[in-house]
């Protein structure tokens, strides 16, 4: 089982995971020119997969991409790459949360009891997080849908939850102050190849609906009160 992993809610990051094993990497580390970073990613990981020419499913079985939450345009770059790949290839496409694949990782270093939530910077002094626990060894459960908001409401959950939060990288400026006395993860460097862990899970469990690639764009609604929409 072979599966090519792409992610472009952060940085753009590609993996092939093959029989459960990630074995190749590719990233670009900015958060910006996804469009114009990915194709030469994936040809990368692919040519040093030796797998060359048209795709097909002897190459790869399945194609998985993370959904976000994201903003619009770092996002469509990523969906737009990973719906083309699948489809001339005639393989399944199947979508992620991001944030899923962050708490997996972060919940790989914790007792399997302990809750988190996922927080990632959503830019204009505003962050996304989603509060999470474990299911079985290879997925997530979210307990909370992901949102975006300002900083002081994430540290709020934080605290009343009792959950540890698990980020990425350095938390931005505008968090470090109201996140200072929360527990933390040690950092859980973003991990796209995860994303094959639950996805073969769910499969497993007969929860393939779960794995649509609908995209979060999340921004706070206009009428105050009201939950973000997956849009």
């Known amino acids: ?18 029989e459960g094993e990630p074995t190749l990497y590719a990233s670009n580390d900015s958060a910006r020119h996804h469009a114009e970073s990915i194709a030469p990613l994936i040809h990368q990981v692919l040519a040093e997969a030796g797998i060359e020419g048209p795709l097909n499913s002897d190459d790869i079985d399945a194609v ?9 345009t770092g996002l469509r770059a990523g969906l737009v790459s990973a719906r083309t790949i699948a489809r001339a290839a005639g393989i399944p496409l199947y979508g992620v949360c991001s944030l899923d694949m962050i708490a997996r990782a972060g ?17 204009r002094h505003e962050m996304y997080w989603a509060q999470y626990e474990a299911q079985g060894p290879d997925d997530v459960a979210p307990i909370t849908e992901p949102t975006v908001g300002p900083v002081r409401t994430l540290a709020n959950e934080l605290q009343a939850s009792a959950s540890m939060l ?3 990288g350095t938390l931005p400026s505008f968090a470090e102050e109201a996140l200072s006395a929360v527990q933390t993860v040690p950092v ?14 769910r499969l497993e469990r007969g929860l393939e609906d779960t794995l649509d690639t609908q995209p979060l764009y999340l921004r706070r609604p206009d009428i105050h009160g009201q939950r973000p929409e997956r849009m």
Not at 1 to 18: E, F, P
Not at 188 to 201: H, L, N, Q
């Open 1 to 18: 089982m072979t599966d090519l992993c792409i992610d472009t809610s952060g940085a753009t990051t590609i993996a092939l995971v093959r």
């Open 64 to 72: 998985i991409v993370g959904t976000g939450p994201a903003p619009f």
């Open 107 to 123: 919940l790989d270093l914790l007792p399997p009891d302990q809750r988190v939530i996922v927080a990632t910077d959503a830019r």
């Open 166 to 168: 698990v980020t990425t």
């Open 188 to 201: 859980t460097p973003f991990d796209v190849s995860v994303a094959s862990r639950i996805v073969r899970s």
